[in-house]
């Protein structure tokens, strides 16, 4: 089982970028799959972006394309997903988590292993 801490949140002007990290203990890190998901204000978790094991495959929520890239090293156990032009929308609880399969999934059921998340704050 993977432990998964996330960082990178904080309060951010509408228009500006964030980059949220995820870094993973416990585990052989390049077998998993990662995803990021996220979870606005009275909502329900929704899937932000997928990685591949070894990062040649992404996913992208239709809602962030372009907007979104995700990207991992497996030398330093990191996932990270940078976010731009932020709106005031995208104000959420920003999670990390981790898939034993091979595919990539917008599926939560899918991931086995989750971080806490981190805030994301978007003022304008």
């Known amino acids: 089982q993977l432990q998964l801490v996330e960082s990178g949140g904080g309060l951010v002007q509408a228009g500006d970028s964030v980059r949220l990290s995820c870094v993973a203990s416990?585990?052989?890190?390049?077998?998993?799959?990662f995803g990021w998901f996220r979870q606005a204000p009275g909502k329900e978790r929704d899937f932000v972006a997928s990685?591949?094991?070894?990062?040649?495959?992404?996913m992208y929520a239709d809602s962030v394309k372009g907007r979104a890239t995700i990207s991992r090293n497996n030398a330093e156990n990191a996932v990270w997903l940078h976010m731009s032009r932020l709106r005031a929308e995208n104000t959420a609880i920003y999670s990390c988590?981790?898939?034993?399969?091979?595919?990539?999934?917008?599926?939560?059921?899918?991931?086995?292993?989750w971080g806490q998340g981190t805030q994301v704050t978007v003022f304008s």
């Open positions: 988590a981790a898939g034993p399969g091979v595919d990539l999934t917008k599926q939560q059921k899918n991931y086995a292993d």
């Open positions: 416990g585990g052989t890190f390049n077998t998993y799959i």
């Open positions: 990685i591949s094991r070894q990062g040649g495959g992404t």
